[in-house]
């Protein structure tokens, strides 16, 4: 059979497989979800075993120690995986809120009810723990999902996803409600960014190149998640341990991730005081610095910035840093460069902060907190499918609310119009 002929006949499968799914009780789909999160901690040793394939080929095709770490799964990591998928659980089911009713003068009661959105295709890169979530996401809010990995993560995808579709037939839901096209050839992109008929939104999660693939080649509408250009602002009125600190979190703990810091800015009252203290501590983390031209005249010997460097999102151990005159400076900056995803200022001041908040246009933004935190997880939600920098239909992690749409119910005694 041809690979079209494959997929077309999947998503068929999954297509109907949506429409059962409407009439799953919140009940049996929680059942499911947490049976989901018991087998992957069951299933830890298989798991890790199918993951340290795929990291022992990424270290040979020379991918870099952050994106390496982004792909690389511990019990640690499998363990916070079925937490996410238990606190999916826990939360209230969005399908079927009355989100608005009115009464016509003429009788008419009209609902605005969230529903599905029906079918939703999720192509993504490296994190394999995308895979679970994604899962449990779309399952508690009554979408079918159709998953395409990365090539780099296709054993980790492929364990994870053997194993949590395997509670749900025991359960009474459709396997093929949540799908994964099993092969890395880049035709299988193709031919799912066509399919219409059978998909009803697309959500790509990866670098800059993917994002762009999807989003010029898709006939299906596309929640884009794109890259994480994310600033931090250390203001004249911060209080600098704190700026310190925010800013080794947001740049050191996971410098793969969309939403660790890529630049910093920093106030020119402030720049050469804290930029020695901030250089050091960054330097015993192997972090490389590059610098504007007044950054170079603080900190000798770095790297001069060039102007795609302000717009790049490395993924790595590097930090681009910029003096600005003060929060408009900041503002205008990041406005222009940023993609719109997280971005914090570190300020005592009250109205400096915001302002910043009020005027940065990016879909999180901070007060003395790192951006680290932009994650559905941590937001309260369970999980998120992605971060969307689009601003229509969603913004921000997505995950339960997000992931519904709505319709609107009228009930009538008869009415006819005039």
Sequence with gaps: MLLKDKIIKMLKDVKEASLKLGNI?????????????????KNTKYILSENAKDVALSNKTGLSKALVDRLTLTEKRIKEMADSLKQVASLKDPVGRILRQWKRPNGLI???????????????????????DCAGLCLKSGNACVLRGGS?????????????????????IPESAVAM????????????????????????????????YVAENSLIPVIKHYKGVCHLYVDKDADLEMALDIMLNAK?????????IEKMLVHKDIARNFLPQAARVLDDKGVELRGCSETLKILRGIKEAKELDWYEEYLDLILTIKVVKGVDGAISHINKYGSR????????NKLTAERFLKEVDSACVYHNASTRFTDGYQFGMGAEIGISTDKIHARGPMAL????????????????RS
């Design 252 to 260: 050191v703990q996971r410098p793969g991730v969309c939403n660790a």
């Design 341 to 348: 995803h997280s971005d914090a200022i570190v300020t005592k």
């Design 152 to 172: 780099e993560s296709i054993n980790s995808n492929l364990a994870i996803h053997k194993v949590v579709t395997k509670c749900l037939g025991k359960l009474g």
């Design 401 to 416: 609310e997000e992931l519904c749409t709505y319709k609107y119910i009228v009930l009538g005694s008869g009415q006819t």
């Design 25 to 41: 009780s919140t009940k049996d789909k929680d059942k499911a979800i947490l049976a989901m999160a018991s087998a992957l901690l």
């Design 181 to 212: 096209i099993n092969v890395t050839d880049r035709l299988a992109v193709e031919i799912l960014l066509k399919q219409t008929n059978l998909i009803d939104v697309v959500i790509p999660r990866g670098g800059e190149g993917l994002i762009r």
């Design 110 to 132: 009209i609902k605005k009810v969230s529903v599905p959105i029906g079918v939703i295709g999720i192509i993504y890169e490296s994190r394999p723990n995308v895979t679970s």
